[in-house]
């Protein structure tokens, strides 16, 4: 199979050569140089009554070392065409959620984003351990301006990178003690009416033991009309800080 067999893979790779990120083709797969290999599908495609398109995506990302059986997350998009709608899926995508896994393999050119470490210790576990906890770029947008220099505190806070998963760290206690590697899709929003909704996905599935402590924070939130956060979290075991330890 080569990569015209499939239409979306030569948009994948449009999007990632537009952002300097290296790339080959292996069959049906584009292969970067840290090793992530990705594949690319359409769900949906829709022309919207008003114009323009709205499409569905999906990207599948495998790693043959630390996560050989893969993961995969959506992409919900629109754009004027079919095509303008899946590459601006494709460029959230990228932007967001390939950049938090490329800081977790630890890619030469990846992002500079905030991490985490979690040590569970062996009465826990059977053995020691540690999980990193890499941080990805939050989405975060308010219907009216608020003091961006709020301290992170329960009641009154800014943007915090790491809120929504501290928040929400309970639901997972699980499967952090594991070693598996994990792609964890965060969501909380707060309408102008105190309406709070949630969405949580680990490596593409739904995930809905969050949902309650994601709508408890969100409704705690300080007034500032349609609100919502949105956020990529990878975990992945440690192992230097195990050998630190």
Known sequence: MTATANPFLPLLMQVLQGRDIACTVDGAELVLDSGLRLIAHGVAS???????????????????DLFADGLFEYQHAAGDSEQDAVLSGFE??????????????GADDAPE?????LRYPAEETGTALARAVVLGPLAHYRGEPRDEAADCSEDDHGSCPCCLFTQSLEAFNDLL???QFLGIRLFASRDADGQ????????????????PLLRAYAARWPQAGLEFRKQYV???????????A
């Open 46 to 64: 829709n022309a919207r009554d008003n114009g323009g398109w709205q499409t569905s995506t999906v990207i599948e990302v495998r790693h043959p």
């Open 92 to 105: 959230n995508w990228v932007r967001v959620d390939l950049a938090t896994l490329q800081a977790a393999v």
């Open 113 to 117: 984003l905030q991490m985490l470490t």
């Open 177 to 179: 003690k594991t070693r």
């Open 196 to 211: 709070c909704e949630a969405d949580c996905r680990v490596n593409g599935h739904d995930f809905p033991a969050a949902l």
């Open 234 to 244: 990878v975990i992945r075991t440690d192992t230097d800080a195990e050998t630190d």
